[in-house]
């Protein structure tokens, strides 16, 4: 095999690049890799040399023969107790349905090309943010691996970029197109559409509504978990305040029943989407009705940190998503520029003998001045 030095050569049997290293207990390794130049395999062998060092540094536990199966199980069985049961649900599927299948075979010997192999293999049939979720979990995964159970001695898919999210939407509803479709909603989706509309909130956080977690006197909801796994304090206006008390009690209701009991979460979106193509709104779902909240919170000066905190949001780079502005308060805004920037107007010139009619009427030392 002739060798190209440094630890990278090449081999006439095979095409491309091959390195050449010792590991974190000395064993000498051997394997092709992706690169397309020396420079680039040169590179992926300093990678590798780097992470022996650290191994040896942190006190290196040799890999075990551990399989990506094995510590799925493990991993799904440590992560039940701590997630919510939709959430947990969610990261079943990924672990199941994505990473399985394609990390198959043992841990040790998954590398950093091969989790952007991943990458690259599900750009190609979804969208980036649903990529993002799979490789949060898979770090989670890999970072239990080789932090907590020492399985591996690194993790390979440490310090991997997440694909660039794709733009936030813009779509939002205007004042008329809210009556209309209120107007237009059946009576049972009526107060379920206002709240969602006037709180931001989730579809699943209307729907999980109990009476005891409404508090009318103070116009607020109680929310004792939400998606991200923490309470959230909703406030009111009148048009959520009055979509509550529209909906129908008794004297056996009780605290714990829910606010819309037996409404499927499909049926409404579902029925929402109905409505709006009966009224030629296009391009608009139920959960646009959380980014339409946003969107006039913004129009109507609220700032980026107060709609990140009362639509629950952590990260304000995804209450940034929800700053869209009309275009009519855009240009609104920049033609107050105007006003700065304009030149001063000449001053009329004074004819002696009487005050000229532009004159304006000035004030001194609080005595009006005629002519």
Not at 141 to 164: D, H
Not at 284 to 301: I, N, Q, V, Y
Request: charged share 25%; hydrophobic share 40%; proline share 6%.
């Amino acid at each position: 095999m002739p060798r190209s030095g440094d630890g990278v050569y090449t081999r006439k049997d095979r095409p491309g690049f091959w390195i050449s290293y010792k590991d974190a207990v000395g064993r000498r390794r051997r394997r092709k890799v992706e690169a397309a130049t020396m420079e680039q395999a040169k590179r992926s062998r300093g990678s590798e040399l780097v992470r022996a060092e650290t191994a040896r540094a942190l006190g290196f536990t040799p890999p075990g023969k551990e399989t990506f199966e094995e510590a799925a199980v493990q991993f799904l069985a440590h992560q039940r107790p701590r997630l919510t049961p939709a959430n947990y649900e969610r990261e079943r599927g990924i672990v199941e349905d994505h990473l399985k299948p394609f990390f198959a075979g043992e841990l040790a010997g998954i590398r950093r090309a091969a989790v952007q192999r991943y990458i690259t293999a599900r750009l190609a049939d979804v969208a980036s943010g649903t990529v993002t979720k799979e490789l949060n979990v898979l770090k989670h995964l890999l970072r239990l691996a080789s932090e907590e159970w020492e399985y591996i001695p690194t993790n390979p898919a440490r310090g991997v970029k997440a694909p660039k999210a794709a733009p936030g939407r813009v779509r939002y509803l205007q004042p008329t197109e809210l009556r209309a479709v209120l107007e237009s909603c059946p009576k049972w989706l009526k107060p379920i559409v206002a709240l969602a509309v006037s709180t931001g909130m989730r579809r699943s956080e209307i729907l999980g509504l109990r009476w005891l977690d409404v508090d009318l006197e103070h116009n607020r909801i109680m929310l004792p978990q939400t998606k991200n796994g923490e309470g959230r304090i909703v406030y009111l206006n009148q048009m959520a305040a009055a979509a509550i008390k529209s909906l129908p009690t008794t004297l056996e209701t009780k605290a714990t029943d829910q606010l819309f009991p037996s409404i499927p979460g499909p049926r409404v979106s579902v029925q929402f989407a109905r409505e709006c193509k009966r009224l030629n709104i296009s391009d608009f779902s139920l959960h646009d009705l959380r980014h339409t909240a946003a969107s006039w919170l913004r129009m109507s000066g609220s700032d980026i940190h107060t709609v990140a905190q009362l639509l629950g949001h952590k990260d304000l780079r995804m209450a940034a998503r929800y700053q869209h502005l009309a275009p009519a308060f855009l240009a609104e805004a920049v033609g107050r520029l105007d006003a700065a920037y304009a030149e001063p107007r000449p001053k009329p010139k004074r004819n002696k003998c009487h005050r000229s009619v532009t004159q304006p009427k000035m004030l001194k030392a609080g005595v009006r001045v005629n002519a």
